[in-house]
């Protein structure tokens, strides 16, 4: 099993900035990749973005060059770096961690942007 627990949404106005942190516990070496998922109301919930166990990144067409997934090995910790942030921005987002067939989510964590 793994455990995953999100911190750092909030309310911040257009143009601003906030970080997600999500982090991880368990049988970490289960895993693969880990991502950050929204889901807005009515909506259904889509990936922002992704980073596997190489590094590598993934990033939804709507937040590229406003978004930056990274992970701290040491800390078990992935963060979400959101600047430029924009009203259709707003959801609950969601940190997953994959592997196998395996599928973990934390509890979500509500980001709002007022214009």
């Known amino acids: 099993q793994v455990q995953l627990v999100e911190s750092g949404g909030g309310l911040v106005q257009a143009g601003g900035s906030l970080r997600l942190s999500c982090a991880a516990s368990?049988?970490?070496?289960?895993?693969?990749?880990m991502g950050w998922y929204r889901q807005a109301p009515g909506k259904q919930r889509e990936l922002v973005a992704a980073i596997t166990s190489h590094g590598s990144t993934n990033y939804a067409d709507s937040v590229k060059g406003r978004f930056t997934i990274s992970r701290d090995n040491a800390k078990s910790t992935v963060y979400l770096q959101m600047n430029s942030l924009k009203p259709e921005d707003t959801a609950v987002y969601y940190c997953?961690?994959?592997?196998?067939?395996?599928?973990?989510w934390g509890q979500g964590t509500q980001v709002t942007v007022s214009s």
């Open positions: 368990g049988r970490l070496f289960t895993i693969n990749a």
């Open positions: 997953n961690a994959a592997g196998g067939i395996k599928n973990y």
